[in-house]
């Protein structure tokens, strides 16, 4: 199932990184999460011949499909949002993220991106393990993250924000709902 515009995938440097409904990453947010110095716009890299030789070599269905998800192993690797109701931008498959990472901020910030990337699909896939009882109707699976140690708490409740309330007044860390 495809996520909705607008929901954050990942969080660098207190900037939350969006995807597109296919899973593509906002390479916009990603500027803004290195810094937003203005050589580093997303249309710079998008010009670099590198970047359009990577983009080609990614178009090819074949290495597509090895670095996306089967949904969506026949979309374009990055495309851009301009107008309409959804967050405009240049969203990139994961591979192409990385890329214009590595070119934003060198090693420490790819780092980053890649961890938090993993991170957000090894949640992914945790809440997809995650079986709600039957005898438990209109209960949602979710995944509430300490943000100073990263730990994060798998649950179900009918309401996850209200159950982010009750556990933050027993932790003195910062808690988000993943």
């Known amino acids: 199932m495809s996520k909705p515009f607008n929901t954050p995938a990942i969080s660098i440097s207190g900037i939350n990184i969006f995807q597109d409904a296919d899973g593509r990453y906002c390479l916009n947010d990603l500027h803004k999460a290195a810094g937003g110095e203005q050589r580093h716009r997303p249309k710079y890299w998008l010009e670099n011949q590198q970047t359009i030789d990577l983009i080609a070599e990614l178009s090819n269905p074949l ?7 089967s949904t969506i192993s026949q979309l374009k690797p990055i495309i851009t949002i301009k107008g309409g109701n959804c967050k405009q931008g240049t969203y990139a498959i994961k591979p192409l993220a990385v890329a214009y990472a590595a070119w934003l901020g060198g ?14 699909f090894s949640i ?17 699976v979710y995944a509430i993250r300490e943000t100073n140690t990263g730990n994060i708490k798998l649950g179900i409740s009918r309401n996850p924000e209200s159950r982010l309330r009750q556990l933050q007044v027993a932790n003195s860390g910062e808690l988000e709902l993943v």
């Open 63 to 69: 290495n597509l499909a090895i670095h996306t998800p």
């Open 107 to 120: 090693a420490q910030f790819v780092s980053r991106v890649m961890l938090s990337v993993d991170e957000a």
């Open 124 to 140: 992914l896939q945790a809440l997809n393990e995650f079986e709600v009882p039957d005898d438990f109707p209109d209960a949602y």
